[in-house]
């Protein structure tokens, strides 16, 4: 199996910028396309961004297109997002995910993160 932690997770103030990464244990990493997710309280888990396995593509949900930036790095077993320009709706908790298959829902995804808090202030 895949295990996955996210971190980077903090308190920022609006416009400001973080990086989550995302440490992945397991030989068949590479192997999986990974994504991002975001659930603020009493809502929905909703899609952040995807990257296919090999990293040639990458996917946004419109809330957040401009402004974030995932990326992947086999050799190390992470996936990245650049969080740039936050406004306080981006305030949730962050889980990363892998999936055979990149999708932009949860369903699509074998593997979870725990989890990781970013809080935007205005």
């Known amino acids: 199996q895949v295990q996955l932690v996210e971190s980077g997770g903090g308190l920022v103030q609006a416009g400001g910028s973080l990086r989550l990464s995302c440490a992945a244990s397991?030989?068949?990493?590479?192997?999986?396309?990974m994504g991002w997710f975001r659930q603020a309280p009493g809502k929905e888990r909703d899609f952040v961004a995807a990257?296919?396995?090999?990293?040639?593509?990458?996917y946004y949900a419109d809330s957040v297109k401009g402004r974030f930036t995932i990326s992947r790095d086999s050799a190390k077993n992470t996936v990245l997002l650049q969080m740039n320009s936050l406004k306080p709706d981006d305030t949730a908790v962050y889980y990363c995910?892998?999936?055979?298959?990149?999708?932009?829902?949860?369903?699509?995804?074998?593997?979870w993160g725990q989890g990781t808090q970013v809080t935007v202030s205005s």
């Open positions: 397991g030989r068949t990493f590479s192997r999986y396309a």
């Open positions: 990257i296919t396995w090999s990293g040639g593509s990458r």
């Open positions: 995910a892998a999936a055979s298959i990149w999708g932009t829902t949860q369903y699509e995804y074998d593997y």
